[in-house]
């Protein structure tokens, strides 16, 4: 069943115009990656989808039109783990993870938090800690911990592992697989790093001046000459 | 960055209707000669608008929002009191002196105010005012009226004309030499440089413009020209005081007429320093409602009209007269 | 003088909180601020002196008074242009002084003395002679204070508040609707501003332009304190509170004077304010 379903979408800012009638769908329980280089339009894309910025063209989640409002958004159950994170800096680790929960009003909250305690155990050692005395890697952690407990359908990922080390990029690539394995959650994410999306998705899309040029699934898109070339560098 | 230079298309029926506006007020002395309130009140309007104008090319243009443009007006018209009591100067050389004075105070502020954006440096420029008018309360009254805070009267040393209609001239024409030389400079390389610091300041220092350079120029520019207008007031008053001067209310009207007229104009505040003092000064039967009256409007342009009514009468005027053209042409086919 | 510093200063504190709050939450130099204490006050003479309601009565009625107006205002006129800074930034100035002439057009610009302490008599303290009225103003701004720092520290709604003054893009992210946590904002603002400025009048009198001086003062403040910061923003109600007992003390007329003298120094050493967090 199609969970997400993007349709002719254009963003423009100001004049310019930083998505051209991209199209794609997301496949419930599936993972999905968009890959590009920087400023390709991932960021933006995301960011239409959010409910952050305005654009043409339409957007369906789970068989219904999307809201526009990102409050609105966040209630339907897409939830977005942004680049850059936007965590609540001077708020402790626990006070961003329950605002993750901001629009839940179901009992299964404090499960939710053992959740993502079990997937960072870090988290749970610091969960008095403000957020901005935390290292890049802890933040990532909070920032994923936080889009989780709002108990997405649809979980997007905006470059979760940009700037961190190899050891915490790997960390974070075992929680993305457990999240996978244990909860089935949909998950679309956008990547510079073609080599970390092709790792865990079943299906890419790669995004090129603001238009979808490739598609396809990970195996065959792995076989492309162009895609090998000029994103996976072998 | 886009560096958005004005269409050069020039709008002749404009530039008509303001020659007209011009000849009309220079002819007012001519219709109404017993009228010397009315060329009283004209004086002031001219005045005002000298200073809407400073005010304008230093926050309309340069987008350095000042709130405390009484600061210049005062410095200029202290000076202008204390050389012509003291010195006995001619006014010209008195007036330009204000206009200096006050220049130096513009760099004066201009110091700290680099390091300051936006609400910050507003509120430091209302600082300056409200501090130079407590200074200025502690001047000793022996050149002055005794007895009065600060207060200097300097009639008959400042007294231009006795001649109202005279007096009502001179201000005209330094107002439209004024309009003439900030219009000319807000189209020019500098004017240019003002509206990109305004509009986005780290990319127009990106692009390679000395913005602290051109923020200095713009608090002299701006303080030159208001110093002149304070220097004038007394000029028309005859006298100096922290009260006339330097009040509050004087760097409020100022944005007010700014506001109605369309800020980054130059031309736009001198309507509304227009309507400003002709409503103060004729509806005074309307007590406080007139400012009420006057906020009021300013507040609903604001929100409805924020380019000022002037350009929104321009862009209507061009869209009337060219679609007026336009079906002339198609009646033609 | 050290208590009387101090219960001034938690009244400034009330003023301050208020004006940063809606600058970190919204954005906005809300610069009709003072106009919303002033405002509070005048509510209050009218309910109390003209409609002739008990004091009590004439109290709540100014605080839910401009916990309506304020919210309001920023419903009508600043969020439809909200993305404009210039334009907001004017548009409060301009209702600022609209207000004031609002109030001079209902009650004329002379000072209005006759809102009465809320409780009258006092005790003498080491030399001091306190007015209970003075004690009860303290306490109540110490007890609303601590009232707001338990509400956005504990209460969801008020970690809304915070998490929105930190970051717009997180907080629209995990589903909070700024529009409407901002109206809570400016209702507790004003709510704020209205305490204090019951009691500053029941001590001072008001007169509609001493709107400008609790706006310079809040200013102050809150650039001493740091823009945006709430613990900033209590701690430098404080030194400008003491600053300014003092320099009463000394000189009746100077009201405003000292925090203009301390704000100019904040202004010109350290614009970010003794709490400020670098850049805004």
Not at chain 1, 209 to 234: F, H, M, N, P
Not at chain 3, 31 to 57: D, E, N, Q, R, T
Not at chain 3, 117 to 136: C, D, K
Not at chain 3, 212 to 225: K, P, W
């Amino acid at each position: 069943m199609k969970l997400l379903e993007v349709n002719g979408l254009d963003v423009f800012y100001g004049k310019a115009q930083a998505l051209r009638g991209v199209s794609f769908t997301v496949q419930e329980g599936e993972f999905a990656s968009v890959i590009g280089s920087n400023g390709a339009g991932k960021t933006t894309l995301f960011n239409a989808i959010s409910g952050l910025l305005p654009y043409q063209g339409e957007i369906g989640f789970a068989g219904q039109k999307l809201p526009s409002k990102p409050h609105e958004i966040v209630q339907s159950g897409l939830i977005h783990c942004p680049e850059g994170r936007s965590l609540f800096a001077y708020l402790s680790v626990l006070d961003n993870l329950q605002l993750g929960a901001y629009r839940r009003k179901d009992r299964e909250i404090e499960r939710d938090l053992r959740v993502v305690f079990e997937l960072f155990p870090r988290l749970e050692e610091r969960e008095r800690q403000l957020v901005h005395t935390l290292s890049g890697g802890e933040q990532q952690m909070v920032a994923i911990g936080r889009a989780l407990m709002g108990r997405p359908r649809l979980l997007l990922l905006d470059e979760p592992t940009l700037g961190l080390a190899p050891i915490v990029r790997s960390h974070i690539s075992q929680a993305l697989d457990a999240i996978q394995e244990r909860y089935r959650m949909t998950i679309l994410l956008a990547e510079q790093n073609a080599d970390f999306a092709f790792k865990h998705s079943k299906r890419i899309y790669l995004l090129e001046t603001g238009q979808i040029v490739r598609e396809g699934t990970a195996e065959e898109l792995k076989r492309d000459d162009y895609i090998r070339q000029a994103y996976l560098g072998s | 960055m886009i560096l958005h230079r004005r269409g050069r298309t020039r709008s002749y029926p404009i530039a008509v209707l303001l020659l007209l506006l011009l000849i009309a007020s220079a002819l007012v002395p001519q219709f109404f000669p017993k009228n010397s309130f009315l060329l009283s009140v004209l004086i002031l309007a001219n005045i005002w608008a000298i200073l809407a104008m400073s005010w304008d090319i230093l926050s309309g243009y340069a987008g350095q929002i000042s709130f405390g443009h009484s600061f210049f007006f005062g410095l200029g018209g202290y000076t202008t009191a204390f050389l012509s009591v003291l010195y006995g100067w001619s006014p010209i050389l008195v007036i330009a002196l204000g206009g200096v004075v006050a220049a130096l105070g513009g760099l004066l502020i201009a110091a700290p105010a680099l390091r300051l954006r936006g609400p910050y440096l507003s509120l430091m420029t209302l600082v300056a005012a409200l501090a130079l008018d407590r200074l200025l309360r502690l001047l000793k009254p022996e050149i002055g009226i005794p007895g009065a805070e600060g207060a200097i009267l300097c009639i008959p040393q400042c007294l231009l004309t006795y001649n109202t209609a005279l007096k009502y001239y001179y201000s005209l024409g330094l107002m439209i030499l004024i309009a003439g030389a900030l219009y000319t400079l807000a189209r020019s390389r500098i004017g240019l440089a003002f509206e990109a610091i305004r509009d986005d300041e780290e990319a127009a220092q990106a692009a390679g413009i000395n913005t602290a350079k051109y923020k200095t120029l713009a608090f002299a520019i701006s303080g030159f020209v208001a110093g002149v207008s304070g220097a004038f007031y007394v000029y028309h008053i005859g006298s100096a005081s922290p009260s006339s001067l330097l009040d509050l209310e004087h760097s409020i009207e100022v944005i007010v007429a700014a506001v109605l007229g369309g800020m980054g104009t130059i031309i736009g505040p001198i309507f509304g320093a227009y309507f400003l003092v002709l409503v103060r000064e004729y509806l005074r039967f309307l007590g406080g409602w007139r400012f009420f009256v006057l906020f009021a409007v300013a507040l609903l342009v604001l929100f409805f009209v924020p380019r000022g009514v002037l350009p929104e009468l321009r862009l209507k005027l061009r869209q009337w007269l060219q679609s007026g053209s336009g079906q002339r042409r198609n009646q033609k086919v | 003088m050290l208590i009387l510093g101090f219960l001034i200063s938690s009244l400034y504190a009330l003023v301050a909180v208020g004006f940063t709050m809606i600058f970190g939450v919204a954005g906005v130099l809300n610069l009709a601020h003072g106009a919303f204490v002033m405002v509070g006050a005048y509510l209050a003479i009218w309910a109390f002196v003209i409609l002739k309601w008990s004091l009590p009565v004439a109290f709540a009625f100014a605080i839910l008074g401009v916990a309506v107006i304020a919210p309001l205002v920023y419903r009508v006129l600043i969020r439809p242009i909200e993305n404009r800074t210039v334009t907001v930034f004017l548009a409060t100035l301009l209702l600022a002084v609209l207000l004031e002439q609002v109030i001079i057009l209902f009650f004329s610009a002379k000072p209005r003395t006759d809102l009465p302490p809320f409780i009258q008599g006092g005790f003498v303290l080491w030399g001091t002679s306190i007015p209970y009225n003075r004690l009860l103003a303290g306490v109540v701004a110490l007890v609303v204070i601590g009232l707001l720092w338990a509400f956005v520290t504990r209460t969801k709604t008020g970690k809304a508040i915070l998490a929105l003054s930190m970051d717009r893009r997180g907080a629209a992210l995990v589903g909070i609707a700024s529009h409407r946590i901002t109206l809570w904002v400016w209702a507790i603002s004003g709510a704020l501003a209205a305490i204090a400025g019951l009691f500053i009048t029941s001590f001072l009198g008001i007169q509609p332009f001493e709107e400008r001086v609790s706006l310079v003062i809040a200013f102050s403040t809150v650039v001493l304190g740091g823009l945006g910061s709430i613990p900033g923003s209590l701690w430098a109600a404080f030194i400008i509170g003491y600053a300014e007992t003092i320099a009463q003390a000394f000189a009746p007329e100077a009201r405003g004077l000292a925090s203009l003298v301390i704000l100019l120094i904040v202004l010109t050493i350290r614009p970010q304010g003794l709490f400020g967090r670098a850049a805004t």
